[in-house]
């Protein structure tokens, strides 16, 4: 392949400045709406392990779970959590939440668990906010941002500053918040410096477990992972994250991106890690892109990457 000299990996936790920069007066206000929805899951929806070539029991792969929808504003209609392009139209990852340095972001809460009534919350890492907007419950400290009950909504104030470049987490933090990650409650940020280019197209990939699979935004095996597709001469943007208590090395074929070290083609991703990578795409052909730890490929953390010619 030919290597990419124009292409850049941003990691969006840890590799930038720390500081702070005040919101200029014109601010632009950015506002989501998002709900916590019950809804029935299937991990292998095919029904198949392509890496084995067997069967998948049903009973392994559907359940009941708890994820975070986008809606319409007021929650008056239910709308894809992201562009399908970006994360080939499934429930999870929760809602890409995008905006650029300066912006102030307004995320509209609203509990619709009718599957457990848990209470539920949104935890957001990378950007500025009060401790009345950080969604992390802890006796005796926390506030109704953190235990927002069945039924209750809360609205989140955030800020990207100059430091908030990048891809971020968010994820609830209530006192369910163990069973809500295991079940998908957690979604990204995608902030853009003011005067940046945005990509053409941008993929999400979360690594996390799901029961006996290791899955990409839920999903396991090729055929029910995420297919993304790209064409020669776009620039393409991966946010890459890790949920759970597992490390994963993202990876792939066929590609490589620029660092502060260099080039190089697999990253690691911790829990809550996560990271861009951007380059301009110029390798036509069917491409995987997966997790390299071995034994999580195996179990599911695999899929395909397709570039067409212009």
Known sequence: MKFRRT??????AGAL???????????RVVNYWVAAVPTSWNIVPNGHDAIMNMPVDPGDAIF??????????????????????SSDGLLIPGPLIKARVGDKLRIHFKNMDTLRRDPHSMHFHGVHYRPSSDGAYVPGFSHKDANVKFGQSYVYKLTAGRDSVGVWPYHDHSPSMGASIGGGMFGMLSILGRHEQAPDREFEVVFSPFGKFMAIDGRAFVGNTPVFHSTMGQLVQWDVMGMGSEHHTFHVHGHR????DGPRDTQTVGPAESFRFRWREEDPGTWLYHCHVEDHMMRGMIGIYRVARR
């Open 7 to 12: 292409a850049r990996a941003l990691a969006a």
């Open 17 to 27: 400045a720390l500081f702070s920069v005040a919101p200029a007066a014109h601010a």
């Open 257 to 260: 991106w620029m660092t502060a």
């Open 64 to 85: 009941p779970t708890v994820v975070y929808r986008r809606y319409s504003p007021h929650w008056r209609k239910p709308l894809q959590n992201a562009a399908r392009s």
